[in-house]
T-cell receptor, first 113, second 113 residues
């Protein structure tokens, strides 16, 4: 079945540091790929997405590129802020009619001032 | 206006009780979902409904029964609650043929004592 593997956390960075959270996936066909963010005590919010190979999703300074050849969708940000502290989830929906999200295990990010 | 709302936000109950969690979306979406997030933050799909019909039913105990009275509502009823049911339950919605983004509710934190 489909699966998503995310880099283990927690990740602790200083403000203005560069962030990379690795994500790789296993799926048939051409899934759509997502990054969701969960701030403390809140629900999940879509951060960015990409629906086909070589697409780059971007939002709030975060970027991720859909790499079909390496089955990856790594999340990056050039300069993190304290307010970016949250849990980040990589996820996919399969191609075809079923639309359930398959999530990675989540990566806790803490940014220190 | 809240796009996807859930009630209650917190639910503390005794083992063996029956409880319901309600979900409503005002986005006009045709598909709704229930996800369970365990204590390690791992998220897994439980159910998916499209236009009031069940389209995904992952391996969950039959003590869990989703009910969709109309397209805008998907409630989750749980019978004979067990300690292992303690988790955060998230409702989400999407438009099946509308870009695949799922919008999540704030979550219901269930604690079974």
């Amino acid at each position: 079945g489909d699966s998503v593997t995310q880099m283990e956390g927690p990740v602790t960075l200083s403000e203005e540091a560069f962030l990379t959270i690795n994500c790789t996936y296993t799926a048939t066909g051409y899934p759509s790929l997502f990054w969701y963010v969960q701030y403390p005590g809140e629900g999940l919010q879509l951060l960015l997405k990409a629906t086909k190979a070589d697409d780059k999703g971007s939002n709030k300074g975060f970027e991720a590129t859909y790499r079909k050849e390496t089955t990856s969708f790594h999340l990056e940000k050039g300069s993190v802020q304290v307010s970016d502290s949250a849990v980040y989830f990589c996820a996919l929906t399969p191609s075809g009619s079923a639309r359930q999200l398959t999530f990675g295990s989540g990566t806790q990010l803490t940014v220190l001032p | 206006d809240t796009a996807v709302s859930q009630t209650p936000k917190y639910l503390v109950t005794q083992m063996g009780n029956d409880k319901s969690i309600k979900c409503e979306q005002n986005l006009g979406h045709d598909t709704m979902y229930w996800y369970k997030q365990d204590s390690k933050k791992f998220l897994k799909i439980m159910f998916s409904y499209n236009n009031k019909e069940l389209i995904i039913n992952e391996t969950v105990p039959n003590r869990f029964s989703p009910k969709s009275p109309d397209k805008a509502h998907l409630n989750l009823h749980i019978n004979s609650l067990e300690l292992g049911d303690s988790a955060v339950y998230f409702c989400a919605s999407s438009q099946l043929d509308g870009g695949e983004t799922q919008y999540f509710g704030p979550g219901t934190r269930l604690l079974v004592l």
